[in-house]
């Protein structure tokens, strides 16, 4: 077999971090020739040294400071239908190692060895992010491998990430197969949840959160439980099924409530929820001046920090979250409080949480530091791709 697949070079002496398992190729290191400039963004290409030695096949894009996104590292290997679904095949084959019903995330993008593509799998339902060129020139290639193992009532492609305007694509949500016109339920730690995969946030559901969920919802017999930034109810519906006394929730989205509401009437946990639409600030400056106090709070707010530029704003953003929300946790009670911002790292986000409980008068100690559920991996070479990140504390 010949690859005519077209050839990008690195510079001299710049191909060893990909050489060495590296999935990246930065624009800096390219040999950014004629040829390599006229390139369409998502091409194939081999990635060669800067004397032809094959380093890997990968997706490539002129135009991007992430130039190339490695596939594989066989030379004779071809990207189409039949090599995306043994990829496919492998990480469902995990998942069902790691997750007891289909609801999980099914590809992590480069952990996964699918660089720029997400697929969230709800039962016979997909939600797909195609965040690359590269992946969105293999949709249809990716469609008919998903098709062939899955058979899936439906496909979302939501394709509304802010990567994609770095890679020149456009934004928008499309359902390419089957037709939804409802929230769905999906299944969770055992708790039947409704998400909505089409108007949703993200993909319709925060499947990293899964374990987490647990975690919390292990303590919750008898508490009095406020959770903040609740979307459609993950913690606070957990908690309340595994037997808190009362669960408070907050959200500014009222689509976000509704979900978390017709959870709770389908699971008969009505009584012991509360559903609170507001600013979640506001409403704890609200519960601090009525000195309320809850057993466990739980803050997973959305991400302060988007970009390298956000670092100092979004740092402050997490300590007054948790001076605010010390300050309505009961004496030895609980505080989960979690970052899902890439760019906000663990040894930061623990000091920017500890300055907020000593601003708050308050003392406490870690019990869990935890991060994504395990269908989310990592790759090793991108440490830096381990987004979120939790502490469970006791408060004094």
């Excluded at 800067?50 to 490695?70: C, E, K, W, Y």
């Excluded at 978390?260 to 601090?288: G, H, K, M, Y």
């Amino acid at each position: 077999m010949t690859d005519t697949s077209p050839v990008v070079r690195i510079q001299p002496q710049r191909h060893k971090r990909v050489a060495n398992g590296h999935p990246w190729v930065y624009s800096n290191e390219v040999v950014m020739d004629g040829a390599a400039k006229a390139l369409e963004p998502g091409s194939i290409v081999r990635f060669c040294t800067h004397d032809q030695n094959f380093i890997g096949l990968g997706s490539f894009n002129p135009h991007t400071l992430v130039a190339g996104r490695i596939f594989s590292r066989e030379l004779l290997a071809v990207i189409d239908a039949a090599w995306l679904r043994v990829r496919l095949e492998a990480a469902a084959a995990l998942r069902s190692k790691l997750v007891a019903e289909p609801y999980y995330r099914l590809v992590h993008a480069e952990a996964d060895g699918l660089p720029g593509l997400i697929i969230d799998r709800f039962g016979p339902h997909f939600s797909v992010q195609l965040n690359t060129a590269g992946m969105q020139k293999l949709w249809p290639e990716l469609e008919a491998a998903l098709v062939e193992l899955f058979a899936p009532e439906s496909i979302i492609l939501h394709n509304e990430s802010s990567v994609r305007a770095l890679e020149g694509l456009e934004r928008s949500v499309t359902q390419v197969r089957g037709t939804l016109n409802a929230p769905i339920q999906i299944r969770e730690n055992g708790l039947a949840y409704f998400a909505d995969l089409v108007g949703g946030q993200k993909t319709g559901w925060y499947f990293d959160q899964r374990d987490n969920h647990a975690l919390v919802a292990r303590y919750a017999a008898g508490a009095r439980v406020l959770d903040l930034y609740c979307h459609a109810g993950g913690f606070g519906l957990l908690a309340a099924q595994a037997g808190a006394a009362e669960v408070v929730s907050v959200d500014s989205s009222q689509s976000a409530l509704d979900l978390a509401v017709r959870t709770a009437a389908f699971n008969r946990l009505s009584p012991q929820c509360q559903w609170r639409r507001a600013d979640v600030f506001e409403e704890l400056e609200r519960l601090i001046a009525a000195k309320e106090k809850f057993g466990i709070v739980v803050a997973d707010p959305p991400p302060f920090v988007k970009s390298r530029k956000d670092v100092a704003s979004g740092a402050r953003g997490y300590r007054k979250l948790a001076k605010l929300a010390a300050q309505v946790t009961a004496k030895d009670g609980l505080l989960f409080i979690a970052s899902c911002s890439h760019n906000m790292e663990l040894t930061a986000f623990i000091e920017e949480v500890a300055r907020g409980l000593s601003e708050a008068r308050r003392q406490g100690r870690i019990l869990f530091t935890v991060f994504a559920a395990p269908d989310h991996p990592v790759h090793p070479h991108l440490p830096e791709s381990a987004y979120l990140k939790g502490l469970l504390l006791q408060v004094d």
